[in-house]
């Protein structure tokens, strides 16, 4: 049986990749962490303290390697290294409100923006300005502070609000596209969007008779403030 010479330099600079790589993913585990429990303590102190709960549910995620390095060629990042995928990467670690009627996500983002340790580096507002297919959603960039052994590090954490109907459209739209890997038939498209028109309208709807039947005001989105320009 023949023998495999093992260069050791090799596999100790592989394991030491490795090792990078896996602090690198938990630093935005730990600022997605933080950003749940910042939204976990909102939806207890609403439950408990106020008549109504805005928060529906919440879902969070950080990116697979295998997604990061597909997200580094679709953006043509040239010899990345850590440093230049944190710069042009801002949605390594993602959070999902999804909120009971548009007023709450508009709320959701004032109140967890208002937090003196979060800063708000990006506002993408899909609500008021939906995409061209229909899609709608308010996503922010926010940084949050992660204190480890090391000292503090702020992380970036794209965070997601939209209502019932929103999210049921995309994730639709997401299993129709992944389904024909995005070869979508024409008819579909605009089926799609029909859709979407009808799903905004069923959320003016079921706002409209909640502002009615509770006497809820309306809230909208105060501008933020000028977001620096960074990849996302």
Same mark, same amino acid.
């Given at each position: 049986?023949?023998? !495999?010479?093992?260069?050791? *330099?090799?596999?100790?600079?592989?394991?030491?990749?490795? &090792?990078?790589?896996?602090?690198?993913?938990?630093? %935005?585990?730990?600022?997605?962490?933080?950003?749940?429990?910042?939204?976990?303590?909102?939806?207890?102190?609403?439950?408990?303290?106020?008549?109504?709960?805005?928060?529906?549910?919440?879902?969070?995620?950080?990116? *697979?390697? /295998?997604?990061?390095?597909?997200?580094?060629? $679709?953006?043509?990042?040239? /010899?990345?290294?850590?440093? $230049?995928?944190?710069?042009?990467?801002?949605?390594?670690?993602?959070?999902? !409100?999804?909120?009971?009627?548009?007023? &709450?996500? %508009?709320?959701?983002?004032?109140? @967890?923006?208002?937090? &003196? &340790?979060?800063?708000?580096?990006?506002?993408? /507002?899909?609500?008021?300005?939906?995409? +061209?297919?229909?899609?709608? *959603?308010?996503?922010?960039?926010?940084?949050?502070?992660?204190?480890?052994?090391?000292?503090?590090?702020?992380?970036?954490?794209?965070?997601?609000?939209?209502?019932?109907?929103?999210?049921?459209?995309?994730?639709?739209?997401?299993?129709?596209?992944?389904?024909?890997?995005?070869?979508? +038939?024409?008819? @579909?498209?605009?089926?799609?969007?029909?859709?979407?028109?009808?799903?905004?309208?069923?959320?003016?709807?079921?706002?409209?008779?909640?502002?009615?039947?509770?006497?809820?005001?309306?809230?909208?989105?105060?501008?933020?403030? +000028?977001?620096?320009?960074?990849?996302?």
């Amino acid at each position: 049986m023949s023998t !495999v010479s093992v260069d050791e *330099s090799a596999i100790s600079e592989a394991k030491e990749l490795r &090792d990078r790589f896996q602090r690198f993913l938990h630093e %935005y585990e730990f600022g997605m962490r933080e950003v749940e429990t910042k939204i976990s303590i909102l939806k207890d102190e609403f439950t408990h303290h106020h008549a109504y709960n805005p928060i529906e549910h919440v879902k969070s995620r950080v990116k *697979s390697p /295998d997604s990061i390095v597909e997200k580094i060629a $679709r953006k043509g990042i040239e /010899d990345p290294d850590f440093e $230049r995928i944190r710069e042009e990467i801002t949605d390594i670690a993602g959070v999902r !409100v999804t909120c009971s009627f548009t007023a &709450d996500v %508009y709320r959701l983002f004032d109140l @967890l923006t208002a937090q &003196d &340790d979060i800063t708000v580096r990006v506002v993408k /507002d899909y609500i008021k300005n939906p995409k +061209p297919n229909g899609y709608k *959603s308010l996503h922010a960039i926010l940084e949050v502070p992660v204190f480890l052994s090391t000292g503090a590090l702020s992380v970036p954490v794209e965070v997601q609000f939209r209502t019932i109907a929103m999210d049921f459209w995309a994730s639709l739209e997401h299993k129709i596209y992944y389904k024909f890997a995005n070869q979508v +038939p024409a008819h @579909l498209v605009d089926s799609l969007t029909d859709a979407a028109e009808a799903a905004a309208e069923l959320d003016l709807r079921m706002e409209r008779l909640h502002r009615e039947a509770h006497g809820v005001p309306r809230r909208e989105l105060a501008p933020p403030p +000028p977001p620096r320009i960074v990849g996302v």
